[in-house]
């Protein structure tokens, strides 16, 4: 997805909303909450396909990520 191409239906017309404002703070839209201290969160980066309406959305700070595999549990597969 962020090479551009929608892995659901190949088509070229995904938007990064990775430079969007208001991505964390008081709206808390673009965020998933983390748990531990004060209930934290990580804001998103959504990818979305505006053929199919497919989103993915990344984690883009790395203290977030290393706080997720601290507090998160992990899947064994
Ligand atoms: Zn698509």
């Known amino acids: 997805m962020k ?3 929608c892995p ?3 088509s070229r017309e995904v938007y990064s909303g990775e ?4 991505k ?8 998933i909450p983390l748990g531990g201290f004060l209930g934290s969160q990580a804001a998103l980066d959504n990818y979305v396909c505006c ?4 989103v993915e959305s990344y984690i883009n ?4 990520l ?3 595999s601290e507090l ?3 899947v064994e597969g």
């Open 72 to 74: 998160w549990e992990k």
């Open 3 to 5: 090479s551009g191409v």
């Open 8 to 10: 659901k239906c190949s």
């Open 19 to 22: 430079n969007i404002k208001m």
């Open 51 to 54: 053929q199919c309406g497919y």
């Open 24 to 31: 964390k703070g008081a709206y808390g839209c673009n965020t």
């Open 66 to 68: 290393e706080k997720i």
């Open 61 to 64: 700070n790395p203290k977030d």
